[in-house]
């Protein structure tokens, strides 16, 4: 046999039923939780007086941005941004300057501390007034425009206006200081004042470079110096070459004569006028002198640039055209050289040659010792050169840096003193409204405190009871989630609103039959007055239908009662199931306590010994266990202690004589279903098993295991619902059928 024996419809959605069925069992945490929310609603209300508000609006067309000051004096230094594709972002940026504490400091000063609080707290705190004020501003600018809307909120009617007028006048001068530098006089005093004694240090340090070499300007000094060093070589040139020609002319007169020139040149020379020939030979002779200076300058290093070896340079080439157009007049002239002296002029030498040619060595000395002195002034001021040009640029731009700051003070100066705020990109075009009622805000979060209350109630309902409360609570979810049939849903009667019927049946059990179980006396589940008697008899006539439709004659029929957890009432509806078949007529019915360790207890019924398991067997034992009319009760107590073990070979040896005995059913009170229980092993001899299900204390996943482990056996397994608590009112929701 097998539980598959009639189709389960798959489970639906959440239902009605299992809102409805969340809503009452939770319906005091709902209660609670919601009325918690609403009380927070009402006090926020309460306790925080209504506010007013003031409301503007601004037109922001452009922004002129001026940078800070760099070392960059040529650099444009405004920039104009209009409000194109980065609208959104310039936007942004002026929210932000509104939304700043630094300007809801600033009103709060402005206005007074003491009138901004006065209805907002008391006192005369200036950050805290700056709080109220920045708590209570809203800025948010207007969908597809350029329009920032500015309100502000306050409990006082009399503040709003002021404060938001207020508002908006420091704002432009925020924005004002921010992108047009209003405010920077103190980082452009420092700048120049910083410039200032760097140009000082920079003066100092020129002075001193100049001083070392003795100068005052190096471009006039090294003017000087060339200029003097060209007049002296100049001079010391002209010197040099007089003198190399009185020395050639007194070692001419001095020497004996070469010897004459051949006839033909003899009569040429003689035909040339001798101060040609005078001119001819000192030509000769100032070239040989030229020719050898350059040779010299060269060899000091000079280059063919420079303007000592270019003045040269330029008189050899004016020697040589005189002494060429001499050559050419006078062609008996060439070759004779530098070596030819008038023979007229030979007796005219003057007998102070000598003394002319050391007045003339004396004036080479001294020009030479000027040049020299000249020269290492060329050289140190060459080497002071760097430095000094180093230090001349360098105060230059400091010079240059220092100008430009100090227009940029004066300038920074003249817009302060044309007022600050007069921003022509930014127009107010809506000023500060009169004061108007602002619930908006009020009520809005005392509908969320509200709303918040009753939706965490609710979530937190649901919550439990389809995530964390995993337990079997309701009938449909035996089939829906369970996939198994159900018998019966038998309610627990004190939850149910049963107390006045409780309380009656304890007043009835002096007379009535009674059973101690627990310690506690309890009407026995036989007993006509029990309350859950036609739940019993419910059950009852369910199994008979259910053996009578699957023709199902012979007997005995076997009947066991288990569960998935202890405490599930597997005892109670097992006596009650049984004592109901007892009522029939149709048979005897014997109820077995399969329970090891409560067998000492159901030894006793009504005051009677029960008798042994074996004894049930045999007609003139079997008194003893007669509870009622055709209803016996035993217990298997032999060998308890090791009942698990030795029941299955046990069973098997009495299972002919339940199949023999005249009983028409033998109801097994079985332990709950475990791995280790004898319940598993025994089910697939039963012909039904009733897994009794506690309601909201029996797991669903520990039913799926049970249910898992009985079918291993075959076993026919159809479930109970006991305990099951009615939250719904049945005129509401009617989820099972009822006797209402």
């Given at each position: ?383 002071a050169e760097p430095k000094i040009n180093d230090l001349e640029r360098k105060q230059q731009i ?193 109820l077995v306590d399969m329970n090891a360790e409560q067998g000492a207890v159901q030894q006793f ?136």
């Open positions: 046999m097998n539980n598959n024996n009639r189709h389960i419809e798959p489970a639906p959605g959440i239902t009605l039923g299992d809102v409805y069925f969340v809503i009452f069992r939770h319906k005091w945490k709902i209660i609670i939780l919601s009325t918690a929310g609403i009380v927070a609603a009402a006090a926020f209300y309460l306790l925080h007086p209504p506010l007013y508000q003031s409301e503007s609006e601004l037109f922001i067309r452009y922004i002129t941005d001026t940078r800070k000051p760099t070392l960059d004096a040529n650099n444009n230094d405004t920039t104009t941004t209009s409000l194109g594709a980065q609208g959104g972002s310039v936007i942004g940026s002026e929210i932000q300057i509104l939304r700043s504490f630094d300007l809801a400091q600033q009103v709060a000063n402005t206005v007074g501390p003491e009138k901004i609080l006065a209805k907002a707290g008391g006192g005369k705190d200036p950050v805290s007034a700056a709080d109220v004020v920045w708590h209570g501003l809203i800025v948010q600018p207007l969908p597809n425009s350029s329009v920032i809307d500015i309100i502000f909120q306050h409990p006082d009617p009399s503040v709003v206006q002021p404060v938001l007028n207020e508002i908006v006048a420091d704002y432009q001068s925020k924005h004002s200081a921010i992108h047009q530098m209003i405010g920077e006089n103190d980082f452009l005093n420092e700048q120049t004042m910083q410039l200032s004694s760097e140009i000082a240090q920079t003066d100092g340090e020129l002075m001193a470079a100049k001083t070392n070499v003795g100068i005052i300007s190096l471009e006039d000094t090294k003017k000087t110096v060339a200029d003097q060093i060209a007049k002296i070589q100049g001079k010391l040139l002209d010197v040099e070459v007089e003198l190399a020609t009185h020395q050639g002319v007194l070692d001419n007169t001095n020497s004996p004569s070469p010897g004459n020139p051949p006839a033909t040149n003899a009569l040429a020379v003689a035909q040339i006028p001798s101060d040609r020939i005078d001119a001819y030979s000192q030509a000769s002779l100032r070239l040989v002198i030229l020719e050898k200076k350059k040779g010299e300058f060269l060899a000091q290093g000079y280059t063919e640039g420079n303007v000592l070896v270019k003045d040269v340079a330029d008189q050899i080439a004016t020697v040589k055209a005189a002494k060429t157009d001499l050559e050419a007049k006078f062609p008996g002239l060439a070759g004779l050289g530098a070596s030819v002296i008038n023979p007229d002029e030979q007796a005219a030498v003057s007998p102070d040659e000598s003394a002319r040619l050391s007045e003339l060595k004396s004036t080479v000395t001294v020009l030479n010792t000027q040049l020299d002195r000249l020269r290492q002034e060329e050289i140190t001021m060459t080497e400091e010079e240059q840096n220092l100008a430009y700051f100090l227009k940029s003070l004066d300038d920074a100066r003249i817009n302060e003193a044309l007022g600050a705020g007069k921003i022509s990109g930014i127009k107010s075009i809506e000023e500060p409204t009169p004061p108007s009622l602002a619930e908006t805000k009020r009520m809005k979060i005392s509908g969320m405190l509200a709303g918040g209350g009753i939706g965490l109630a609710l979530a937190l309902a649901f919550l439990i009871e389809f995530y964390l409360d995993r337990s079997v609570k309701r009938p449909t979810e035996i089939e829906n989630k369970l996939k198994m049939p159900l018998f019966l849903s038998i309610p627990d009667v004190v939850r149910n609103g049963n107390h006045q019927r409780a309380a009656q049946r304890q007043l009835r059990m002096k007379n009535d039959e009674s059973v101690l179980t627990g310690g506690n006396l309890q009407i026995a589940p036989w007993s006509p007055n029990h309350s859950l008697r036609g739940f019993y008899e419910a059950l009852r006539d369910r199994i008979v239908v259910h053996f009578e439709v699957r023709n199902i004659t012979r007997n005995p029929k076997l009947v066991a009662v288990t569960s998935a957890n202890r405490g599930a009432g597997v005892t109670s509806i097992a006596m009650g199931l049984a004592a109901s078949l007892s009522e029939t007529g149709e048979g005897n019915v014997l019924y009504k005051g009677k010994p029960g008798c042994p398991l074996d004894d049930a067997f045999v007609s003139e034992k079997r008194n003893g266990a007669l509870v009622q009319d055709n209803l016996y009760v035993v217990s298997d107590s032999s060998g308890a202690d090791k009942l698990p073990r030795i029941m299955p070979k046990r069973f098997s040896s009495l299972l002919p004589k339940f199949k023999a005995s005249d009983y028409d059913y033998i109801i097994f009170d079985m332990p709950p279903v475990t791995q280790t229980s004898v319940t598993p092993r025994l089910a697939g001899h039963m012909d039904m098993v009733l897994l009794v299900v506690e309601a909201e204390k029996t797991k669903q996943e520990v039913v799926r295991r049970a249910n898992s482990l009985l079918a291993e056996s075959k076993a026919n397994v159809i479930a109970v619902l006991n305990k099951a608590h009615q939250y719904v009112p049945e005129k509401l929701h009617q989820e099972f059928l009822s006797d209402g």
